[in-house]
């Protein structure tokens, strides 16, 4: 009745630690690195951009090629 006990404070004990550490390391990760994030964001931006753009290019190209060969593409 007693390892079980024992066992589970270690666990809990190990794993506290663990989180207390991981969550310090994030922290201090975040304030070291306020420009490298904000530029990971701006070319995230511009490649959402770039692939909502071609996109839009792509399907109005595939309109226009399916209204040439006659199909028709109305909505019902």
């Not at 006990?5 to 991981?22: D, N, R, S, Y």
């Not at 070319?43 to 199909?71: D, P, T």
């Amino acid at each position: 009745m007693m390892v079980p006990i024992v066992f589970v404070a270690f666990k809990v004990l190990v794993f506290g630690t663990g989180m207390f550490f991981a969550i310090k390391w994030h922290y201090e990760q975040g304030k070291k690195g306020k420009e490298k994030q904000s530029a990971v964001l701006c070319a995230g931006g511009k490649v959402a951009a770039v692939f909502v753009l071609s996109l839009l290019g792509l399907s109005l190209l595939a309109f226009g090629l399916g209204r040439v060969l006659g199909l028709d593409l109305t909505f019902p």
